[in-house]
């Protein structure tokens, strides 16, 4: 049978920045879908897409296509609420925040998503908690969520296999900071999830995608225009991706960090920005009059337990091993270290966090091919944040990596204090972690 549309003619007129009618799009992601064209035709429409945009109309399309593609979940009340981050350095907020609203009585289905370029993904880092299970099914999914009133699962066949797809192109093909390709990816996870409401965080500086507080804005209204559309309540926090959130990058170390911030010794930035998007949350699925009394219920699930207790059922519940919770030699952790201390006395100026992503995968702790397996035990642990002020000599990090990587950590090492790290004679302010609220 001959095909509605052809291919070549689609991609010639994106490429040349025509407007895709819906039909159009629609026919292009189910015929991926089916696997009757190829991943090649699918990056050259991505670059294309990349390099000449999506109108709004087109971006609806693509999100209704990518949403259409697989099953949809609903759930009834209106406290089932997720949460997306469009990621960042050392961001593990999720681990913190999930159990946090849950303790507080909302349901947080999280279909959550593995590393992206030079970012950490939840999925792979929550696999370092061994038999973790995160390929549940549809089912499952809603078993746990009803039970527990927590779940964590990675991107299944059935949510938006579009995006699943996709997701795993982009990765690979430079075409992942698109404000239109992000929308229709977010939102037909989250919308396929069944969540009423949906809190955004939206990373904005040197280690995101969206580098500049305008783009973020851009990015956070394209998301809750969307989130109108399908009659969800949403909220959005532009927040500081300029320097590494909390201490630590590196998958069973970040594990370590979010477990101490529920037992209320976390970082205080981690703390901070976790309560803060629980409130949102928690104020979404109305547990909550106002945001200040969602943020006090937020506050004391960390305070008597409650929260690490989600934390550990959670675990418990899909397979993994929750000693690890008061025992954090059990997740892989690299024996060797190496610490980078400050070439010259002075303030901490900038760090490049996207490089700081980079360096990582070199160490083994991200992806550069879809079939690449992360190391879970490397990691960066960062001594300092922006506006500290050094002496010559001062520990800046300490580099976690095997023995045998030490060639690699030596030249990782210099390349912080050169092209990652920034020193400045100046004093300097420290960085504003919330930026903006929109909601």
Do not use: C
């Not at 960042?88 to 609203?101: E, T």
């Not at 038999?131 to 078993?143: A, M, P, R, Y």
């Not at 964590?152 to 995006?163: H, K, V, W, Y």
């Not at 030596?410 to 300097?428: A, F, Q």
Request: proline letters at 3%.
């Amino acid at each position: 049978m001959k095909a509605k549309y052809d291919v070549y003619q689609l991609l010639d007129a994106k490429k040349k920045g025509l407007e895709l009618t819906r039909p159009q799009i629609k026919w292009f992601i189910d015929q991926y879908t089916q696997g009757l064209i190829q991943d090649y035709h699918v990056s050259a429409f991505l670059m294309a897409a990349f390099i000449n945009g999506l109108n709004s109309e087109e971006t609806a399309s693509l999100t209704d296509a990518m949403l259409e593609s697989g099953a949809q979940l609903k759930f009834k009340g209106q406290n089932v609420i997720d949460k997306h981050s469009t990621g960042g350095i050392g961001d593990k907020a999720s681990f913190i925040l999930a159990p946090i609203a849950a303790a507080a009585g909302v349901k947080v289905p999280m279909i959550a998503g593995r590393g992206l370029g030079h970012t950490g993904g939840t999925v792979d880092k929550v696999e370092a908690i061994r038999g973790f299970k995160t390929d549940l099914n549809l089912t499952q999914f809603s078993e746990l969520l009803n039970k527990n009133g927590v779940v964590l699962i990675g991107q299944t066949p059935e949510i938006a296999p579009a995006d699943r797809l996709i997701y795993a192109l982009r990765d690979v093909t430079a075409t992942i900071d698109s404000i239109p390709l992000i929308t229709a990816s977010i939102m037909s996870k989250k919308l396929a999830e069944g969540a009423n409401g949906i809190v955004f965080d939206i990373k904005v500086g040197s280690g995101a995608f969206m580098k500049t507080k305008s783009d973020a804005k851009k990015l956070a209204l394209s998301l809750m225009q969307t989130a109108k559309r399908f009659k969800k309540g949403s909220a959005a926090l532009l927040t500081d991706m300029d320097q590494p959130l909390g201490h630590f990058v590196g998958h069973s170390h970040e594990l370590i960090e979010s477990i101490e911030t529920l037992k209320g010794q976390g970082p205080k930035d981690l703390a901070l920005l976790s309560i803060e998007l629980a409130a949102h949350m928690i104020f979404l699925a109305k547990k909550a009059k106002t945001l200040d009394l969602a943020r006090d219920k937020a506050i004391s699930t960390i305070t008597d337990g409650s929260a690490l207790k989600k934390f550990r059922e959670l675990i418990d519940a899909q397979g993994g091993d929750s000693k690890v919770i008061d025992n954090y030699s059990l997740l892989p952790q690299a024996k060797a270290k190496t610490v980078v201390r400050a070439p010259k006395s002075g303030y901490l100026e900038s760090f490049q966090n996207e490089k700081i992503g980079h360096l990582l995968i070199d160490l083994g702790g991200g992806r550069r091919t879809k079939t690449d397996k992360i190391d879970f035990a490397v990691a960066f642990e960062f001594h300092r944040k922006k506006g500290d002020q050094l002496k010559k000599g001062d520990a800046l990090l300490t580099i976690h990596h095997h023995p045998e990587q030490k060639n690699v950590a030596d030249r990782i090492s210099k390349e912080m204090v050169t092209e990652v790290i920034k020193l400045s004679s100046k004093k300097i302010k420290p960085s504003q972690l919330i930026i903006e609220t929109i909601a």
